[in-house]
């Protein structure tokens, strides 16, 4: 984004904090709270409103561990990681639920499932229920179910994780956000910054910010601040659209496809339906708000073919997402001096992954240690 000389005032004069925070998606709140409740002072610097990304814009899933599977996020990460990324989410859904989520009028203590409907991913997902018992991960396996997404028989089987969650993304946002003293400034762009050794200095649209630190949470937005990172960070749009269900019943949030396409049942009478993305790969990689009729026709033709029936549209929507390089989140400073952080790239699992996230960053940045999925890894 760019700011024009006739949009740049002064107004705001110059700020000083100890931490700048750029984003007021997940991770650029909860990172704001990790720092209040050290006693420090953190400014959120937002270009729109609160959650304006994909922060609002996903399906509500709080889900243990990726999309695809245990046995294959085994053999693309190694084992040890897949166990530590598991472990993670677990760890951030609980992070969540001791920040009062459990009371939101759209919390929903559901289970998530990896629904089979080929052979293949039926065989790879009772491989991944053995490895999660194995590894002490608690795992329920389905042969069959009663709810709409069993009802054609394609179903084949499903992985279960029990202790799961979903909730209206919006709401959630709202609640944390409300637990912040920190100032939020809204429509404001970080337009640009420099540092020395006292800290950094950004350039917004109407002042100055001072800080000892800053921490970029603008996730697949982040290269057009810090062109570096394009190569780590690349954004992917992800399509939803919700249905008028009826009197279709979902028991459980569903994962099929191997993750690509999505579904969960917020209420009764809608379900939201998502994904697709794979089958229109290079066109999705873009930061362009909006729906195409190839990806909305796709989700509702996998829609009906599910169910069984063509139930209306209610909405369609789309959120862009950052995917990194090794499908891993990334931490750590992107500069030499330490003042600049980055934390995202969560690969299309942000509300699993970025809470946590955020406290390990604002943690490892505060007190000049080494923070877990470093960005030191990419050399």
Not at 267 to 293: Q, Y
Request: hydrophobic content about 40%.
């Amino acid at each position: 984004m760019t700011v024009s000389h006739w949009r740049r005032t002064n107004s705001l004069g110059t700020i000083e904090c100890d931490v700048a925070i750029v984003g007021a998606g997940i991770t650029g709140i909860a990172g704001a709270l990790a720092v209040e409740r050290r006693g420090l002072k953190a400014v959120v610097i937002e270009r729109r409103e609160l959650a304006a990304g994909a922060s609002s814009r996903n399906a509500g899933f709080l889900m243990r561990g990726a999309a695809e599977n245990y046995a294959a996020a085994s053999e693309q990460f190694g084992r040890e990681n897949a166990q530590f990324l598991w472990k993670w989410t677990e760890t951030n859904l609980a992070m969540l639920r001791a920040e009062g989520i459990e009371k939101l009028s759209t919390y929903q203590r559901v289970p998530s499932c990896l629904l089979a409907v080929e052979n293949e991913e039926l065989e790879q997902l009772r491989l991944s229920a053995e490895m999660l018992r194995e590894d002490g991960f608690s795992v329920r396996w389905m042969d069959r179910g009663e709810d709409a997404a069993w009802r054609r028989g394609r179903a084949l089987g499903g992985l279960v994780n029990p202790d799961d969650a979903a909730c209206n993304p919006v709401e959630l946002m709202n609640h944390l956000a409300g637990k912040l003293s920190t100032r939020m400034l809204t429509g404001q762009e970080a337009v640009e910054f420099e540092t020395d050794k006292k800290g950094a200095r950004l350039r917004i649209t109407d002042g100055f910010v001072r800080a000892r630190h800053v921490l970029f949470c603008t996730n697949a937005f982040v290269s057009a601040q810090i062109p570096r990172l394009a190569g780590l960070i690349e954004p992917n749009r992800g399509q939803m659209l919700a249905l008028d269900a009826g009197d279709l019943r979902l028991d459980c949030s569903y994962y099929i496809n191997h993750g690509s396409e999505y579904i969960r049942q917020p209420a009764v009478g809608t379900i939201v339906v998502g994904g697709w993305r794979k089958h229109f790969a290079a066109a999705e990689r873009t930061t362009r708000d909006g729906v195409s009729d190839d990806v909305q026709n796709g989700l509702e033709k996998f829609a009906e073919e599910l169910f069984g029936e063509r139930r209306p549209v209610t909405a369609r929507w789309s959120g862009i997402m950052g995917f990194s390089k090794d499908g891993l989140p990334i931490i750590g400073p992107v500069e030499g001096s330490g003042r600049l952080w980055y934390c995202g790239g969560y690969t299309g699992h942000g509300m699993s992954m970025a809470f946590k996230a955020a406290h390990e960053a604002v943690g490892a940045m505060l007190d000049g240690t080494e923070p877990p999925l470093s960005i030191a890894r990419f050399g």
